[in-house]
């Protein structure tokens, strides 16, 4: 383990009920609460506090009450997962793991570096490597608790773009979409409980890049996954197939985390279309069938759901608007960067595109409307935008950035509105 310092510019008093400790946020689903955002993104509302220069990294960071994690790759032979001081910066432990790999030469221009974003329970951080390995750290110190290679326990090969999912924790549970196909373990030992929904062989087909999420459809709670070629519904304890369907895609680029609406998923694909699957169920089977499909062709940004209205960021660097009751594209922005993540609070969405440039929109379905923009980063930007209360946490290549809220005086707490006003999967 060791430490390095960090460029502190402002200290930062941190609320420790804001937290971020796991892909996509609290509820997974890119929807935050806590104080209302400032209608500017100028530096008197959100002012730097600190940045640490670090190795290369696309993994998103996870924040405790005290605490940033960070990953990276060193020496393209080396992973690391770091701990930062939340109000600092300033290193408080590393852990590393031989573990690197390259990529194929298609895919170069995305980096050879780790991907996946990290999830911790509080006691243990839980790190997917891109060589298709989970390892468990203590949150404290550091201090490897355990590690599973899934190579050597089933024999799959290393996934030819890396393990990119991002784990979900759920009770003593951890799962994982790695050996081609959905794990389930034991948080506390790694030990594994279950292995389920199995993908083909091939570079088209193999591995995963989604991330599974956990709802309840027809009053079953169930995990929601997507792989390469298929959208399924799984039940967490036993890990049986509750229901499946095939989601066409360009050379199995099915990149976007499931997006539950009510008894029914929104998904997209890479050169394809987006579609909406209603999910019924009769004499205890579960019923599959598209409800609408558009051409508005996702890539890598899973949306943000608001007022029954899914905001996407397209392939063609374009938003768009669609309602998802109809599948009415309602309308399409100019174009941005290649990638955005989102976070959205009420009718407000904070979106951080690849250049490194911080979006503030407000969600509209009469018309994209642009309130403000601010570049924030000097690399790109394809980790995951973070939002814990006051406080905006940006992870570019090669650093670890932390912003606050200034002025104005900020409300009380706001709670973001339902995902969808859907009854019934048959509208």
């Not at 369907?245 to 050379?251: D, E, I, M």
């Not at 018309?367 to 930007?381: C, H, I, S």
Request: aromatic residues 10%; charged residues 20%; neutral net charge.
């Amino acid at each position: 383990m060791s430490g390095a310092p960090a460029s502190v510019l402002i200290a930062a008093d941190t609320p420790a009920a804001a937290t971020w400790t796991q892909w996509r946020g609290p509820s997974r689903d890119g929807q935050v609460a806590g104080p209302t955002w400032p209608a500017k993104l100028s530096e008197d509302t959100l002012k730097p506090t600190w940045t640490l220069p670090l190795g290369p990294s696309y993994s998103g960071p996870i924040v405790s009450a005290d605490r940033v994690f960070v990953t990276e790759t060193r020496d393209k032979s080396t992973e690391v997962v770091r701990a930062l001081d939340r109000q600092t910066g300033k290193e408080l432990w590393s852990h590393s793991w031989a573990g690197a790999m390259s990529v194929p030469f298609y895919a170069k221009s995305r980096g050879d570096w780790i991907r996946a974003t990290p999830a911790t329970n509080g006691k243990l951080v839980f790190v997917a490597g891109m060589r298709d390995v989970l390892v468990a750290v203590d949150a404290l110190t550091g201090k490897e608790q355990w590690s599973v290679d899934f190579v050597k326990t089933y024999g799959t090969g290393v996934p030819d773009f890396g393990l990119v999912c991002s784990p979900l924790l759920d009770g003593d549970a951890i799962f994982i979409q790695a050996a081609n196909s959905l794990v389930k373990l034991r948080q506390d030992t790694g030990e594994i409980i279950w292995r389920s929904f199995e993908g083909k062989p091939g570079v088209m087909s193999a591995g995963s890049f989604s991330s599974p999420v956990l709802a309840t459809i027809h009053g079953q709670r169930q995990l929601v996954v997507q792989s390469r070629e298929n959208l399924a519904g799984i039940d967490p304890d036993s890990g049986k197939l509750l229901w499946s369907h095939p989601v066409p895609s360009f050379r199995g680029m099915n990149i976007l985390t499931p997006t539950v609406v009510g008894d029914a998923v929104f998904t997209s694909s890479y050169q394809n279309r987006s579609w909406l699957y209603s999910v019924a169920k009769a004499a205890g089977t579960f019923d599959v069938q598209e409800a609408w499909s558009n051409n508005a062709q996702g890539y890598m940004s899973s949306p943000v759901v608001i007022a029954g209205h899914a905001y996407l960021h397209m392939g063609n660097q374009r938003f768009t608007c669609i309602d998802l009751t109809t599948g009415t594209r309602i309308w399409n922005s100019d174009a941005f960067g290649k990638y955005v993540s989102l976070v959205a609070q009420g009718d407000r969405i904070l979106a951080l595109d690849e250049r490194g440039i911080l979006l503030l929109i407000k969600a509209d379905p009469k018309g994209f409307q642009l309130l403000d923009q601010r570049k924030v980063a000097a690399e790109d930007t394809w980790a995951h935008l973070v939002v814990c209360g006051e406080e905006v946490f940006v992870r570019e290549l090669r650093a670890m950035s932390a912003f606050r809220w200034q002025a104005p005086k900020l409300s009380a707490d706001a709670t973001p509105p339902a995902t969808s006003p859907r009854a019934s999967a048959d509208e």
